[in-house]
């Protein structure tokens, strides 16, 4: 999907909402153990419940790996079953030397080799050009690079003083050489909202794939006074409080009920910034 086209679904749903599906086993309604595989069934629930107020699905791949041949099987049904017109985002931040990134590429992109065809992937940008390239050089697909991130830890390396600026503010002044906004996302928690106009000054066209609304506090509004540009220019995703807003027999309802919420906002931020 190209950036026009994201747009479009953008309009279309009146949102710029991405699911997380982040998976636990431990934490999914214990109904549906009696399934063959709960896990698929939580998902595709999930999915059904919330596919026409999403643009966008973000499974996180360390909840799926954590749970070995069979996550991996899931992971890749996870992904048949999702929409084609919607978004797909393989959360798996990768990135090595130039031939294992190209191997780590099509594990999420080559549907032929793979059985995943994902639209983007999260990427780590800590081993330069020749690590990020190889998943560039699928021309359809996206990379996101990490700038910004939602966590604690961020501050350690990410707000670094270099002789030009934070080194997040050089890992996006850099990479932003290597593909242009058609190409090239960056990832932006949303807990980071007095910095989205600092951002926005250095990527002012690129979709910013913007996590951490809802478990972890960020505020949508924050983040859309100074993150939205005239194509939206943003994917906010929430995993865990609209996934585990429910955990009985009606989980998919509370579920929607929640990406509602999220989708409502949305819409009236849509609509007051004129873009629909
Ligand atoms: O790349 C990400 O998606 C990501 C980056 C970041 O800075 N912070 C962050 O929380 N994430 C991911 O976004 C999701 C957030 O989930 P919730 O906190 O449950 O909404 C998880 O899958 C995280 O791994």
Not at 114 to 143: E, Q, R
Not at 153 to 170: A, I, M, N, R, V
Not at 206 to 235: E, H, I, K, M, R
Request: with cysteine; glycine share 8%.
């Amino acid at each position: 999907m190209n950036k026009k086209q994201l747009f479009e679904q953008i309009k279309t749903k009146k949102s710029f909402l991405c699911v997380g599906l982040d998976p636990v086993m431990e934490q999914i309604p214990r109904h549906l153990l009696k399934y063959d595989n709960p896990v698929l069934e939580f998902n595709k629930q999930l999915i059904d419940a919330t596919k026409d107020l999403c643009v966008a699905y973000k499974p996180n791949t360390a909840f799926f790996e954590s749970m070995g041949l069979k996550g991996w099987e899931t992971l890749i049904r996870t992904w048949e079953y999702i929409p084609k017109d919607i978004f797909t985002i393989a959360d798996a931040k990768r990135g090595d030397i130039g031939n294992t990134s190209a191997m780590y590429a099509d594990a999420f992109f080559n549907k032929e080799k793979s059985g995943m065809g994902f639209d983007a992937i999260t990427v780590a940008p800590y081993m330069g050009k020749d690590s990020v390239g190889p998943f560039l050089n699928h021309k359809d697909k996206w990379v996101i690079l990490l700038a910004l991130t939602s966590n604690i830890g961020h501050s350690d390396f990410q707000l670094h003083q270099t002789p030009e600026g934070k080194l997040y503010e050089e890992v996006i002044r850099i990479s932003s050489a290597w593909a242009d906004s058609e190409q090239l996302m960056y990832v932006v928690g949303a807990t980071r909202g007095a910095e989205f106009k600092n951002i926005r000054r250095l990527a002012p066209d690129n979709f910013l794939l913007v996590p951490g609304v809802g478990a972890q506090g960020g505020s949508l509004a924050d983040v859309c006074t100074y993150g939205l540009n005239d194509s939206c220019g943003l994917l906010v995703n929430s995993a865990r409080s609209i996934i585990y807003a429910g955990n009985g027999e009606d989980f998919a309802e509370k579920a929607r009920a929640e990406a509602l919420k999220l989708q409502q906002e949305m819409e009236q931020i849509l609509l007051a910034a004129g873009l629909i």
